[in-house]
């Protein structure tokens, strides 16, 4: 029970950990993007993206373009509301620029009534205060509230905080504060890592920024766990690739938020260097700053531990690291404890020279370091092994780079090994690799068949090669026949994320001789594998012999004997004609239904299927039209017989 209990707690402390990490920083180099985009918008075209430029540029401590203010001052709907918040927003950003301030006042006092909407108090309210005009709060709190009763959808939410942070200093906003906790348990979590709301970065980045403004309107701390400030900034931050000018400006406007408050700020660890450590590079810069890339303060760091990831084996704990001139950067000597090469997780933490409750994730920063050296292989041995007594029939040992200077000859008797051992260059010591292969090449072909190598416990490395096995297993799927005898390269891939020097190394040329079975046809060795392939001739089936004219003539005629013994029957019986109504439909329809049975012949014969459907559809019509007022008649004459018929009765 107290064992269950204890991994429940390591549990939920490892998860809280790793939630108060930032993920990353707006970098300079971040917001120098995000400056292009921002610059990339003009000239602009809209007040919204003049608005979301200028204002991008401002936070970033840019310059705006000269001729924003010209633009504002046309382009400015002074009667419409949305218009004016973002001219009136962008224009308060410049500073210098002055619109015409009576007519758009009148518009956004109309605009602030008992039947208006959020939004739209939203921007009468933001406007106002960009022109610096007064407010009364007293009206404005009492359409906020009339207004939340009709809509109170996340945005709108949202919009209330910013609208309540800008009344006066007497006004009762403590219930918009409580709604901050409300509107974060809207969010969803992803991965423990970002808080994020359905409807994407909008109403993300502007709940951070609004739930910044109502705080520092009521000077009280938002009902915000650090969990949710450090998730909901992560998720801004993976955000901030984007070209978008207007998701541009958020981001950078709830990375502002989040790093200047004095209430969460979260603290982000960063390398200032390469994540590679090497003998040339034996120091790493850790870079300790808000996720604005700003300093928080004097404060010194020092690690916890550095644990490699492969085998979770410590190679330190406590280290202080040194300070530079630049007091947010901090350095390393990671290659005095002589670590092994792979990726170590080094965790920091840091100490501020004055205490501030406010920075968030400060003793638990997180870094990741990759530790590479040289290799070099020795102690290389190539054999040819008899196959039945085991005993080594030659032996050659060779040089890294030197290949053999005299190829070695096989035969499906014997086995050809080759063993190695490769040393960290600066230890000297056996060290594996994620990849040692080794390709046998035809050097007439370029076919070649990769093959991975053996390692001990002693960390030596091994290929045998049975030329028997392997002509029968590997070389003979290169032809589809006998395996192909000859010359082949043997060449050493070696490889690993940790080594600086991956090489591939021609060992030497081995003469094959592979087992040929008699049933099989040796192998055609094309000159190149380039070369253009023998043509196919498709010949197709012979059509079946017809029959003769005389056959087909006799058959023909024979079905033409009922319709002649038809003809000859009512020539003999006599033909009535006397109920064939002599009328334009009568003959219009017969006449149709015998040209369609004429235009089939004509399909038989000469016409193709698309001529035969236009054709056919001209005769279909006139034929329909006729045949249905040739029934009609039929019909009106039946009835008029029969009301006769019953009348003499």
Known sequence: MAKGIGLLLLLAFAITGHALRPISTLTLEDQARLRAVFEQAQPFTDLAHAHYSILGLTLLSAPAPKDACTFLKAKVDVSNVQSLYHATSAAKALGNCQLNAAKAKQTLNTALNESADVPTLFYAVSALDSLKFPINSADVAKFLKAALKKDDSLLSQIYGLYIASKLSAETDVTEYLNSVEDIAAQADEIDDLYLQFEAGILPSAMFIDGSVKISEKTNKKPALTEEQVVMAG????SRKTTQNVRNAYLVVLATKALSNNKFFVPVGFSLASSITVSPAQPKIIVQVTDLMTGSIGQLSISTKSAVRKSDRSKLFTEKKLAGTADKTKFDLNFLESKPAPGFYDVTLVGKLAKPDSKFIGLADGSITVKVVTEVIVEEVELLVIDRDQSIATKTVNVQHPR?????????????????????????NKPM????????????????????TSDRTDTLQYSFKLDVAESGRDHFN?????NALSGKYSMELIIGDASIQNPFLWHVADVNLKFYEDPSKKAPEVASSPYEPKPVIDHMFRVPEKRPSKTVSSLFTGLIAVPLLVLLALWAKLGVNLSNFPMSLSAVGFHVGLGAIFGLFYCYWAYLNMFQTIRYLTIISIVTFICGNRLLGSIAARKLARSSRYKGLR
């Open 432 to 451: 594996p690799v994620h990849q040692a292969f080794i390709r046998m090449a035809n050097l007439k072909t370029k076919q070649e068949v990769i093959f």
């Open 403 to 427: 290949k053999v200077a005299s190829p070695i000859d096989a035969d499906y008797h014997q086995n050809v090994m080759l063993k190695f051992v490769l040393k960290d260059k600066a230890t």
């Open 234 to 237: 992560n998720y801004i931050l």
């Open 477 to 481: 799927a290169l032809s589809g026949n």
